[in-house]
């Protein structure tokens, strides 16, 4: 057998990275299909929505493959289609820097990944994409002018001119027939955009006067209505395309730990007992299971173990916590406990008790507390709710709570104790 390199071993799982290849993507073929369906089907956007780290991102990676013209995931998933897409196709991750929806519209008319280098093609589109400017221009004088307020952040130009800018500059790229099947805008992360207000209202015009433009909008959300933020007409204009990503099931999972193992050549394999662990501890989030086989390999490789057992995932998740292989979520951990064990017992206690419905009753949860000699728990839970300790509990109604993250809720589970019992 050949000697496997540590590159190889450090990107066999990629907890940082969304899924671009095909070959790494594990299942989802009925979403993929569901994908596809709206990528052809006229006049309808694409909506992606789930919990954190459950796939939205690479599934999106996989929908951009696909809409320009690359069938590898459909070939090895055995979806039988012929016909090779060709869309002009722009991603666009908001972060939290984009504020409302002319910002959004600006950005990709202004960067050169989103449209402007196809832009600088077309003279016509290039005029109004100079209106844009010279409306920042306006704005540097304005504001270093006498007598006008600091508070005019924005461009000169109005919200309507921009919506009309990106429309002509939308209708210019369209006619010049750059791609057969239009443009598709991906807009990852879109719950993380302040005040989308208007989206809708664009989209609907968009939908009229610019056929063969196409969203893909991407975030944390449990609907439509509530990634947009608006509850009027978003309906039919997703009708059909909304990709609701669901927990992954244990086979999924599995798929993901064995296309990891293949990329090593099997240098390193987990036992079925490891590979059942993983899968419990991960709860549906592919996430810990890149998480976990990362940090697992790792070690592994340095220690020259090549079989990892049941013992060896137990020492893994002792490591990650420790180093804080997610900081994030380890940090979050952290400012629940808050240094109590009484608190720590508490989370933990709420954890056990998800129902699949995902809400928790106290009652359950209080009686385990009560096992781990928390005097008085509702107390703790009390606590917890606040924004000082992160508000990861929310109350639902009495005597109910839920974890805001799901994610965040297998972490808290899987996470060894930091505090021993007294
Ligand atoms: N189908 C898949 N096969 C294999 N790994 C996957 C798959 N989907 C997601 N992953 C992995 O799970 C992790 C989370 O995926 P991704 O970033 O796509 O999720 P997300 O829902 O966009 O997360 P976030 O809410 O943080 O934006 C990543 O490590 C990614 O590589
Ligand atoms: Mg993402």
Wanted: proline share 2%; with cysteine.
């Amino acid at each position: 057998m050949n000697k496997i390199s540590l590159r190889q071993i450090e990107n066999a799982f990629l907890p940082a990275k969304e899924i671009i290849n095909a070959e790494n993507f594990a299942g989802r073929k009925a979403h993929v299909i569901d994908s596809y369906s709206a990528l052809i089907s006229e006049g309808a956007n694409i909506a992606v929505v789930g919990n954190r780290g459950i796939g939205k991102s690479s599934l999106a990676r996989q929908i951009m493959n696909i809409s320009q013209g690359n069938n590898e995931l459909l070939e090895k998933l055995e979806i039988d289609i012929d016909e090779r897409l060709d869309f002009l196709t722009i991603y666009i991750a908001c972060g939290n820097a984009v504020n409302d929806t002319q910002d959004l519209l600006v950005r990709l008319l202004t960067t050169r990944e989103c449209l402007l280098e196809w832009i600088y093609e077309i003279p016509t589109a290039k005029k109004e994409i100079e209106k844009i400017n010279a409306g920042f221009d306006l704005k540097l004088v304005k504001v270093g002018g006498e007598g006008v307020s600091e508070t005019s952040q924005k461009s000169a130009i109005s919200d309507h001119q921009i919506d009309v800018i990106f429309q002509n500059v939308i209708t210019d790229l369209l006619k010049s027939k750059i791609a057969k099947d239009g443009i598709l805008i991906v807009v990852d992360e879109f719950d993380q955009i302040h005040n989308p207000k208007g989206f809708a209202r664009l989209i609907k015009s968009l939908a009229t006067n610019t056929p063969g433009l196409k969203f893909c909008i991407i975030g944390v959300a449990n609907d439509i209505q509530t990634l947009i933020k608006e509850h009027e007409s978003t309906d039919r204009l997703f009708a059909g395309s909304v990709i609701n990503l669901p927990s992954m099931t244990p086979e999924e999972l599995t798929e993901i730990i064995k296309n990891a193992e293949k990329s090593v050549d099997n240098f390193i394999t987990f036992t079925d007992e490891a590979i059942k662990k993983m899968i419990s501890l991960a709860n549906g989030h592919p996430y810990i299971i890149h998480l976990i086989g990362k940090q697992a390999y790792r070690s592994a490789y340095l220690e020259g173990i090549y079989e990892l057992n049941e013992e060896y995932i137990e020492q893994t998740l002792k490591n990650i916590a420790e180093k804080e292989a997610d900081p994030v979520l380890e940090g979050r951990y952290k400012k629940a406990v808050a240094s109590s064990y009484q608190r720590e017992a508490v989370l933990k206690s709420l954890a056990d008790c998800v129902q699949t419905d995902g809400e928790v009753h106290t009652g359950d949860a209080y009686k385990i507390a009560i096992d781990r000699q928390v005097d008085n728990p509702s107390q703790y839970v009390g606590q917890m709710v606040t924004e000082d300790y992160g508000s990861e509990i929310i109350k639902v109604r009495e005597r109910y709570y839920r974890f805001k993250d799901s994610l965040f809720m297998t972490y808290v589970k899987a996470r060894p104790w930091l505090f021993e019992n007294k």
